[in-house]
């Protein structure tokens, strides 16, 4: 399939351009393993990321029926209270941070790099694998727009 970021286009696969996304991880620090990439290879790193996004539950609905990918929404605010339209820039960069996060990792497979945590008190030591869903930057640019946070039980209204 070709590569498509059209803003609710039938097509579209991608939210961000690979221009948008090398414009973003350039100044995000070091991305030489992205830079050293082709615009093909670029491409499909992004489609994974925003099939991958995608999985994600956002706040409002989509804005028509016969987009491919969950944005653009309609009743969707940022965190100054305005009104989203569009494709927000946040979600631009989450997707460009996921596609180079897809270079040094696979998480496609929901589980996402292993951190292991051990604690040890004399000769008796307790230990834990934990899995991330996302990476923490990508969740970071997304959570104004999630209507739940992956890894957590909801939110909590207290009246």
């Not at 409002?60 to 009104?83: K, M, N, Y």
């Not at 631009?92 to 696979?106: G, H, R, S």
């Not at 869903?133 to 207290?158: D, E, H, K, Q, Y």
Request: glycine share 8%; no cysteine.
């Amino acid at each position: 399939m070709p590569f498509d970021a059209t803003a609710g286009a039938a097509t579209a696969n991608s939210y961000a351009s690979v221009a948008e996304a090398d414009a973003y991880l350039a100044v995000r620090g070091d991305t030489s393993t992205w830079t050293a990439l082709t615009t093909g290879e670029k491409e499909a790193k992004l489609q994974w990321a925003a099939i991958y996004i995608d999985t994600l539950t956002f706040m409002g609905t989509r804005s028509t029926s016969t987009q491919a990918l969950q944005w653009p929404r309609i009743g969707v605010w940022d965190r100054d209270g305005f009104e989203v339209d569009g494709i927000p820039q946040a979600l631009k960069n989450a997707q460009a941070e996921m596609a180079f996060q897809l270079i040094a990792n696979d998480w496609t497979q929901g589980l996402g790099p292993v951190s292991n945590e051990t604690l040890s008190v004399g000769s008796i030591s307790l230990g834990r694998e934990t899995h991330r869903a996302f990476p923490a930057p990508v969740l970071a640019l997304l959570r104004p727009f999630l209507a739940s946070i992956p890894g957590t039980s909801g939110r909590l209204v207290r009246g």
